[in-house]
């Protein structure tokens, strides 16, 4: 099955830094991949979202590369702001599989 | 329109019980999954329910098992509870017709303390 591995676990930038999140996974079949926040004590929540035949998309401060060769695929965000601090979750394909998290701070 | 419904969204429970929790999607939306997420592994896929029938299944032991409704309810449960299975339990629920799952729509989650 799939495997998604998801760097680092924890992240801790100052107010306006970028931050980067990355992801690998293993199944080259895999054609979407999802990214989830999740704030304290509510549920995950989709942010952005690639499919393969892309290989970069933003949202303002969001964007999202992929790397099909390579099978990576990353989260950016740019000018970094205190409500952003939330756990951070990449997944392959169906969104069955998900990495483990990055808890991401941002300190003002 | 009403989110992802989870209830109780807190209970404690002694080792051996069983347990059952259940998710109303959002309407309109048929397929219903389940997650377990717990500090050190992060969110893993329990299963998948689509207009009734299972439709795909995590890596967990058949102590936990699941159903979906007509009405697109969900219910999961655990039975002979252990220590390890203490966690927040999502439900999120998706339109899911196609071949991606979609967007999932989470709920709040219902948290369970073995003791």
């Known amino acids: 099955g799939e495997n998604v591995e998801q760097h680092p676990s924890t992240l801790s930038v100052q107010e306006g830094d970028s931050a980067v999140i990355k992801c690998t996974y293993s199944?080259?079949?895999?054609?979407?991949f999802p990214w989830y926040k999740q704030e304290l004590g509510k549920g995950p929540q989709l942010i952005i979202d690639?499919?393969?035949?892309?290989g970069e998309k933003k949202d303002q401060r969001i964007a999202v590369t992929l790397n099909k060769t390579a099978k990576h695929f990353s989260l950016h965000i740019t000018e970094t702001q205190p409500e952003d601090s939330a756990v951070y979750f990449c997944?392959?394909?169906?969104?069955?599989?998900f990495g483990k998290g990055t808890s991401l701070l941002v300190t003002p | 329109k009403a989110g992802v419904t989870q209830t109780p969204r807190y209970l404690i429970k002694t080792r051996g019980q069983q347990v059952t929790l259940s998710c109303s999607p959002i309407?309109?939306?048929?397929?219903v999954s389940w997650y377990q997420q717990t500090p050190g592994q992060g969110l893993q896929f329990l299963f998948e329910?689509?207009?009734?029938?299972?439709?795909n299944k995590g890596n967990f032991p058949g102590r936990f098992s699941g159903r979906q409704f007509s009405n697109s309810r969900s219910e999961m449960n655990v039975s002979t509870l252990e220590l390890g299975d203490s966690a927040l339990y999502l439900c999120?629920?998706?339109?899911?017709?196609?071949?991606?799952?979609?967007?999932?729509?989470f709920g709040e989650g219902s948290r369970l303390t073995v003791l």
């Open positions: 199944d080259s079949a895999s054609n979407y």
């Open positions: 329910y689509f207009s009734e029938t299972q439709r």
């Open positions: 690639i499919r393969s035949n892309v």
């Open positions: 997944a392959a394909e169906y969104a069955l599989n």
């Open positions: 999120a629920s998706s339109q899911g017709t196609g071949r991606y799952t979609g967007e999932l729509f």
């Open positions: 309407s309109g939306h048929r397929s």
